[in-house]
């Protein structure tokens, strides 16, 4: 081919299991003016001579000559690219039929727009869930989202090539497991960011995907990401701040007590209010935007009640209402704070018991 549309980019390491499915699916789709270009970062298992067997030319396989890590191999594929969209893909991902298709065309109709995401799905266990991100969004509400989580996932992500080039370096390796969300941010100053809310991608969840095995060296990276955003509204606090959202937003660990509650309301009003007054949406986007943080607020409250590190007062005492950043109900605050109550008291018989 001399001039695909696409370029997908698809850094592989030992993925010789899962890499014949997510090729299949690329040769599925309905834009077949594509190439995809795989580098095998130096695999220990079959993924090369898989790919290899695989009789298309718009398959580009290279064999690396050393192991650098999924950054740097990524970077390196991009430099390869020739089409005018570049296409986000891991090894284990799925893609729908019409992912490709949908996605020029929305770059193509919106020149605005720098990169455009789909909604996924999730295969685990042989199951098909639903994604827990916002069934709905808007260019606005995946700008706001991303000042408080990563509203995006990497492999449905499709990138003009001209902006993917003008980022240097395209994945910074000093943020490895938090590149996404880094490179969101950083092309964000470039052109727009959207995200089709129609499901075109399957993302694998499994144990060996590197989001489980790095959940710390993820937060980290994506605390200096937030740092840096947050600093001209907090200050010396920025980091501070951002590691509170990224570990009890983003990250949804339980808070264990009110006064970190507090703090957390406290920065979400602030940088609501602070994105509000900036954009100043119209109303139905300013409802979104206010409903979606409200569901992570009260997701935040359940979970501090479900652990038993929240009691009830300090999940109703807290509550910024006036920003929409509500609970669904107290009837859910209450049937968490039981199912709360009854671990804590497992966990006190089996410390008792553990003692004997």
Partial sequence: MIDPVVSVLIPTYNGAALIGETIASLQAQTLGAFEAIVIDDCSRDDTAAVVAAIDDPRIRLIRAEQNRGVVLTRNAALALARGRCIAALDQDDLCHPERFARQVAYLDAHPGMALVGTATNVLQDGAILPSALAPVSTPLLIQWLMRIENPLVWSSVMIRTTAARQLDPFNRPALQYAEDFDLYHRIAAIG?????????????????????????????????????????????????????????????????????????????????????????????????????????????????????????????????????????????????????????????????????
């Fill in 192 to 356: 727009g960011v959207a995200r089709l809310d129609a499901e075109l991608l399957t993302y694998r969840r499994h144990g060996d995907g590197a989001s489980q095995r790095q959940v710390l060296a993820m937060r980290d990276s994506a605390t200096r990401v937030l740092a840096e955003v947050y600093a001209p509204l907090f200050g010396e606090t920025a980091a501070a701040v951002a590691g509170l959202i990224v570990r009890h937003v983003m990250g949804q660990e339980p808070v264990g007590d009110r006064a970190t509650l507090e703090r957390i309301g406290d920065a979400l009003v602030r940088l609501q209010e602070d994105f509000l007054a900036t954009h100043r949406p119209d109303k139905a986007s300013s409802k979104l935007i206010r409903w979606e943080t409200a569901r992570r607020w009260a997701r935040i409250g359940r979970a501090g009640l479900r652990t038993g590190g929240l009691r009830l007062g300090d999940a109703t005492g807290v509550r910024p209402n006036h920003l929409g950043l509500g609970y669904a109900g107290i009837e859910e605050l209450v049937l968490s704070r039981l199912v709360g109550t009854v671990r804590s008291v497992q966990r006190r018989r089996a410390a008792r018991s553990a003692a004997r």
